[in-house]
C-alpha cells in the first residue's frame, strides 16, 4: 500500500509513452522562415518563392525538397502582395509601400528585380500568362491591370466586378478573375480590353457567395472557391455558367490544380487541406493544416506547399504535404496528420530563413512527453526496487536478531 504512489507515477509515464508514440512518424514537414509569407510560387524545377508580406518584405527561395530557404531576393524592404511565375522562369512580384505600387522583375534564377513597372496603390494579387502577359488585380479600383509581355508599363487596364481577389490564365490567355464582394467571375479573353462575359456566383437572396480562390486546369476547366457557399465552382470551357458544384466544408479560401487534374482545397474554418481526385470530382478526404491555411500550390513532385499567415511567433508557418500522404488520405486512410515540425539545422550566418520557434514547439510537445514519460518510468522504478531492497534487509535483520 504504502508504494502504490510509486506504482500510480510508473503506470501515469508510461501512458505519457503511449500517448506520444504517435509523433514519432509523421510524413510532412515544415519549411522555416522568418516573416509572414501570404503567396506562393513553385517553379518547373520545383524550387518555391515565398512572398513576405513581413518586416522587410522579400521573397524566400526554397530548393526543392528543403526544410529553409538558401536565399532571398530583395524588395527593396516593401511587403510583397502577389507572385507569379513566367512560363521561361521569370518571376513576378507585387510589392507596396501605402503610396505606390509595383511590379518587380526577376530574370529566371535571378538574385534581385532587374526592373520594375508602378501599378495603382495597393495590395496586388498577380497571374501570368502563357506568352508572359502579367495580370495584376487592383482591388481597391475593382480593375484588373495588364502588362504586356516584357512590357515596362501597364499596357490596358480592364473593369471587373467589386473585390477583385485573384486571376487564374488558361492556356489559350483567357484571364478570369474572382470579384469576392460583386459575387462574380470575369472573362477576359486574350488581347480583348473590355470583359466578354460574367458569371454570376450569388445566392438565392442576391448576397455574394465571396468567389475567392480560382484555378484553371489542363482542359481549361476553371474552379472557383466560394467561401459563403462553402463549395468549389466549376466553369466548363467556354461557359458563361457554373455548370456543378463540389462541397467543400469550412469556408473554402484557396485551390490548386495539380497535373493529373487532382484539385487541392485550403479551408479556413476547419483548417483543412482537402483533396478532390479527378475521376470522383468529390472531397476524396482531407489533412489538418498546422494553422490557418491560407494560398498553396502544387510542386512537380505532386507535394503541396501551404501558407499559413499570421499563426506562430515570427508572423506564419509554411507546411509542405508529400505526395505519398495526400494519396493515402484520398483513399480513405483514417491516418491524418497535420505536418510534422522536425527540428531544423543550424543556419549559416547572415541566412535570412530560420527555425519558426511557434511551430516547433507546439509540435515537439509530443516528443518532449515522450522524454518526461521515460524519466518518470525510470524514477519511479528506482524507487520501487530501493524500497524493496532496503524491506528485505530489515525484514532479515529482524530474523537474524530473534
Same mark, same amino acid.
Request: net charge neutral; charged share 10%.
Given at each position: ?143 484588373? *491591370? ?82 459563403? *457557399? ?173
Amino acid at each position: 500500500m504504502k508504494y502504490r504512489w510509486a506504482t500510480f507515477t510508473a503506470v501515469f509515464g508510461a501512458i505519457l509513452g503511449l500517448a506520444a508514440a504517435p509523433a514519432v512518424a509523421a510524413p510532412d514537414e515544415a519549411i522555416y522562415v522568418v516573416g509572414t509569407p501570404v503567396r506562393v510560387a513553385i517553379a518547373a524545377d520545383g524550387t518555391a518563392y515565398l512572398g513576405n508580406y513581413g518586416p522587410g518584405g522579400g521573397v524566400f527561395v526554397v530548393p526543392a525538397g528543403a526544410a529553409r530557404a538558401t536565399r532571398t531576393i530583395s524588395t527593396g524592404g516593401h511587403p510583397a502582395t502577389g507572385l507569379a511565375l513566367g512560363p521561361d522562369g521569370t518571376l513576378y512580384v507585387a510589392t507596396t509601400d501605402g503610396y505606390q505600387g509595383a511590379v518587380g522583375v526577376v530574370p529566371a534564377g535571378g538574385a534581385a528585380i532587374a526592373r520594375s513597372i508602378p501599378v495603382s496603390a495597393g495590395l496586388h494579387p498577380l497571374a501570368a500568362g502563357p506568352d508572359g502577359t502579367v495580370y495584376v488585380a487592383n482591388p481597391a479600383g475593382n480593375t484588373l *491591370s495588364v502588362i504586356a509581355p516584357s512590357g515596362t508599363a501597364v499596357d490596358r487596364t480592364v473593369k471587373v466586378g467589386a473585390g477583385p481577389a485573384e486571376v487564374a490564365v488558361t492556356k489559350d490567355g483567357t484571364a478570369f478573375v474572382t470579384s469576392q464582394t460583386a459575387g462574380t467571375v470575369s472573362v477576359i479573353p486574350a488581347g480583348a480590353a473590355t470583359v466578354s462575359k460574367t458569371i454570376e456566383l450569388v445566392s438565392d437572396t442576391g448576397t455574394s457567395e465571396e468567389p475567392h480562390g480560382i484555378a484553371a486546369g489542363p482542359d481549361g476547366t476553371v474552379y472557383v472557391a466560394n467561401i459563403k *457557399s462553402s463549395d468549389i465552382a466549376v466553369v466548363k470551357p467556354g461557359a458563361g455558367t457554373v455548370a456543378e458544384r463540389i462541397y467543400v466544408e469550412g469556408g473554402p479560401q484557396d485551390v490548386a490544380i495539380a497535373q493529373d487534374g487532382s484539385l487541392y482545397v485550403t479551408s479556413l474554418l476547419t483548417r483543412k487541406l482537402s483533396v478532390i481526385r479527378p475521376e470522383t470530382m468529390d472531397v476524396a478526404g482531407s489533412l489538418p493544416t498546422d494553422g490557418g491555411p491560407g494560398h498553396l500550390a502544387v510542386a512537380p513532385d505532386g507535394s503541396v506547399i501551404v501558407l499559413s499567415p499570421g499563426t506562430g511567433a515570427t508572423g506564419g508557418l509554411v507546411s509542405r504535404f508529400s505526395a505519398a500522404a495526400l494519396a493515402e488520405v484520398s483513399q480513405g486512410s483514417t491516418a491524418a496528420t497535420p505536418p510534422a515540425s522536425a527540428a531544423p539545422a543550424a543556419a549559416p550566418a547572415g541566412e535570412m530563413a530560420a527555425a519558426q520557434p511557434s511551430s516547433g514547439s507546439w509540435n515537439a510537445l509530443p516528443a518532449v512527453a515522450g522524454g518526461v514519460a521515460a524519466a518518470v518510468v525510470g524514477v519511479a522504478v528506482w524507487i520501487l526496487v530501493n524500497a524493496r531492497r532496503r524491506k528485505a534487509g530489515l525484514a532479515a535483520g529482524a530474523s537474524q536478531a530473534g
